[in-house]
T-cell receptor, first 114, second 116 residues
């Protein structure tokens, strides 16, 4: 049973436009959410995170929005750049310990077209 | 630069071979490391939690005698796939977190295991 779902396996966006990647979760105990970016043959790289006490976190071109009532989060990238092309994984964890394992979605492959 | 180093990056071997994968934390000590496995077009699935100086905690459905985990030091955890078979072919990846920082888990670059 997937506790973290990324229902769009792929997304294509024109360079300069906004990319919106979506993620839904089912476990109400999750209180910390992360987005990782992954290039082929490399491990995931941390991008941005959000705690459940917030509804928005922004870092440069990347903004994560959290809607707890809908159990939904999204990652906005604006403006999108060709170098953003990668697989993006949504991850979640519950509990206060940073050593709690992460639960991942299946990922969304973003292609930014020049 | 990488804060978690994983080696080897790729292994191709015959069925029945045992394969050891190393995961090292660089510049920090990790009492806990995680081992994940990813099949094509699937999410990263947690296999086990590696605890320094004690037994690993395995997720349901993961055979502890098949996937041996040793976390003998604060900077090294190893995963040994014993008597590997073609169905064990997958992408194995480890992660660790510096407990003294607010940084999230960092991942190694993964090991692509192909059993012929």
């Amino acid at each position: 049973d997937q506790q973290v779902k990324q229902n769009s396996p792929s997304l294509s966006v024109q360079e300069g436009r906004i990319s919106i990647l979506n993620c839904d979760y089912t476990n109400s105990m999750f209180d910390y959410f992360l987005w990782y970016k992954k290039y082929p043959a490399e491990g995931p790289t941390f991008l941005i995170s959000i705690s459940s006490i917030k509804d928005k976190n922004e870092d440069g071109r990347f903004t994560v929005f959290l809607n707890k009532s809908a159990k939904h989060l999204s990652l906005h990238i604006v403006p999108s750049q060709p170098g953003d092309s990668a697989v993006y994984f949504c991850a979640a964890r519950g509990g206060n310990s940073g050593n709690t394992p992460l639960v991942f979605g299946k990922g969304t492959r973003l292609s930014v077209i020049a | 630069g990488a804060v978690v180093s994983q080696h080897p990056s790729r292994v191709i071997c015959k069925s029945g071979t045992s394969v050891k994968i190393e995961c090292r934390s660089l510049d920090f000590q990790a009492t806990t490391m995680f081992w994940y496995r990813q099949f094509p077009k699937q999410s990263l699935m947690l296999m086990a939690t590696s605890n320094e100086g004690s037994k690993a905690t395995y997720e349901q459905g993961v055979e502890k005698d098949k996937f041996l985990i040793n976390h003998a030091s604060l900077t090294l955890s190893t995963l040994t796939v014993t008597s590997a078979h073609p169905e064990d072919s997958s992408f194995y990846i480890c992660s660790a977190r510096d407990p003294l920082s607010n940084q999230p888990q960092h991942f190694g670059d993964g090991t692509r295991l192909s059993i012929l």
